[in-house]
């Protein structure tokens, strides 16, 4: 299976702990995408890259998030002093550029559980 | 960008067609529209995609008419495994994306 790979599938940390999520995304995309979802909720924009370029940032990253793509291959989300509200789903995604019609191919995701 | 209205859920028998509708009424001239489903604790799945008329695949159809300001999603013969979350995106594959709260299909035995 050649799909978008995160790990770990689930992480429990104690509030105030850093964690690192991973994204491979599919071999060939040169996008790759990061998304926040709660529950009950759509996915909501956190930040995308094209090759290692990071492009955009949404207003919910705040500083204590950062992510990079250092090679334009895997991607790192890194979350600092986590806080409750962390709690979520972290859905990677990855797409290919230069065609218009590349939807997004999502991961499993990662569920944090802060206490 | 481009924002998506969706009923916020739908019941459905097995073996029932079931269609979704989606209203983006400020579509811009670039933009596709996706369709996404998405199972508890699994990362949403694309389903289908199209600019305009009528587009088919082997798991659903999506009408799109010629305004653009709407969509449907058209699921034939639903089975219990298509109780989902099904979500409608606009917008172009050269920015990021935006989704909704989608539609929770449920469909009944």
């Known amino acids: 299976d050649t799909g978008v790979s995160q790990d770990p599938r689930h992480k429990i940390t104690k509030r105030g702990q850093n964690v690192t999520f991973r994204c491979d995304p599919i071999?060939?995309?040169?996008?790759l995408y990061w998304y926040r979802q709660t529950l009950g909720q759509g996915p909501e924009f956190l930040t995308y890259?094209?090759?290692?370029?990071?492009?955009?940032k949404s207003r919910l990253l705040s500083d204590r998030f950062s992510a990079e793509r250092p090679k334009g291959s895997f991607s790192t989300l890194e979350i600092q002093r986590t806080e409750q509200g962390d709690s979520a789903m972290y859905l990677c995604?990855?797409?290919?550029?230069?065609?218009?019609?590349?939807?997004?191919?999502f991961g499993n995701g990662t569920r944090l559980t802060v206490t | 960008l481009a924002k998506t209205t969706q009923p916020i859920s739908m019941d459905s028998y097995e073996g029932q067609e079931v269609n979704i509708t989606c209203s983006h009424n400020n579509i811009a001239t670039n933009d596709y529209i996706t369709w996404y489903q998405q199972f508890p604790s699994q990362g949403p799945r694309f389903i289908i995609q199209g600019y305009k008329t009528k587009v088919t695949n082997e798991v659903a159809s999506l009408f799109i008419p010629a305004d653009r300001k709407s969509s449907t999603l058209s699921l034939p013969r639903v089975s219990l495994s298509d109780t989902a979350v099904y979500y409608c995106?606009?917008?172009?594959?050269?920015?990021?994306?935006?989704f909704g709260s989608g539609t929770k299909l449920n469909v009944k035995p």
């Open positions: 995604a990855s797409s290919s550029l230069g065609a218009e019609d590349s939807p997004l191919h």
């Open positions: 071999s060939e995309h040169n996008r």
């Open positions: 890259f094209q090759n290692e370029a990071q492009l955009e």
């Open positions: 995106l606009v917008g172009d594959n050269f920015n990021k994306f935006y």
